[in-house]
Each structure stands twice: as structure tokens, then as C-alpha cells.
């Protein structure tokens, strides 16, 4: 009973954490999500993670929702309330906070150097989490193909993402 206590608490403090970094979304701390649940808390291995996340992105609603199933299983029902509360609830209230902030201070002359700062490290942090997923999903040469590939035309075509997943599926299936 006490080791769950304490993995409820674990999952608590390390969503919580983890929730207030999260500049520029979810992604943006993927990072050190996996640095927490696979390296430091080993809850997770990188292939789970790999799969939960991928979960996350087909499942309808947010895509962290993912938190909540690394949440159940580490500590069960408590540990899918504790990882939801950790990661949702600090950035909201933050978000709120700031929000309510932003607008008394529409006037104040660093308010456009702080949005002009902000953007570039959003852009890194998701950067980042994009290396990540690429690290731990690409593998062999069919995969550097088919990633490859999926990049090129989602930044010349702009074609619906649909048919990549389905493509890549396929890709998959195909290589055994």
C-alpha cells in the first residue's frame, strides 16, 4: 500500500513538473516525459512509450490524454487520476493566470520581446520532441524511407494525413 502511495505521489510531482514546461503543447515536453517515466522512474521501456504516445495521437480528444494510461499503469486508477490532475491542472492554472495578466499589461512595452522570446523556444522544445519520437520510432532502412518520405510531402503537398498513416501502415505490413 505504501509503495502505490508513493508512485501515486511519484506520478503526482513528476506530471505536475512536467505540465508547467509545457511551452508550445504537449510535444514540446515529450522529452522529458520520457526522461522521467522511462529513465528515471523506469515505469515505462522507450518501446512502450513509443506505443502509448502513438495511442495518444489515433485515440479522439487531446492527444496527452497519453498521461492518464502511463498514470493507470504504474499505480492503477489512482495513479490514471494522479498523472491527468499532475499534468492538466498546473499548466491551466498557469495559463489562466498568465492569460488574465497578459491583458492588464496590453500596453507594456516588453510584452512584444517576451512573445518574439517565447516563440523560438516553443519552436525548439517541440523540435526536440519530434527527435525524440523520430529516435525511438525509425528503424532500418524502410523506416528512414517511409519517415523521409512522410516528411518531404507534408511540407511540399500538404496532403491529408490520413493517407500517410495508411500508407505507412501498409509500408509496415509490407516489410514484415
Not at 504537449?26 to 515505469?43: F, N, Q, T
Not at 496527452?64 to 492503477?76: F, H, K, R
Amino acid at each position: 500500500m505504501m509503495e502505490e502511495i508513493h508512485r501515486v505521489l511519484a506520478l503526482l510531482a513528476g506530471f505536475s513538473l512536467i505540465s508547467v514546461l509545457a511551452i508550445g503543447g504537449g510535444s514540446a515536453v515529450l522529452p522529458e516525459m520520457h526522461k522521467v517515466v522511462v529513465e528515471r522512474h523506469h515505469w515505462l521501456q522507450s518501446d512502450d512509450f513509443k506505443e502509448v504516445y502513438s495511442l495518444g495521437q489515433v485515440a479522439p480528444g487531446p492527444n496527452m490524454t497519453m498521461v492518464a494510461v502511463i498514470g493507470e499503469a504504474v499505480a492503477g486508477p489512482l495513479g490514471w487520476l494522479a498523472a491527468t490532475i499532475g499534468f492538466f491542472l498546473p499548466s491551466s492554472l498557469l495559463a489562466l493566470g498568465v492569460n488574465r495578466l497578459w491583458h492588464r499589461l496590453e500596453n507594456w512595452p516588453w510584452r512584444e520581446s517576451i512573445e518574439a522570446g517565447l516563440a523560438p523556444l516553443a519552436i525548439g522544445l517541440m523540435g526536440a520532441g519530434a527527435w525524440l519520437l523520430a529516435r525511438l520510432a525509425v528503424s532500418g532502412r524502410v523506416g528512414l524511407l517511409v519517415a523521409s518520405g512522410t516528411t518531404a510531402l507534408l511540407i511540399l503537398r500538404r496532403p491529408n494525413p490520413f493517407w500517410l498513416i495508411l500508407a505507412g501502415a501498409a509500408a509496415g505490413i509490407a516489410a514484415g
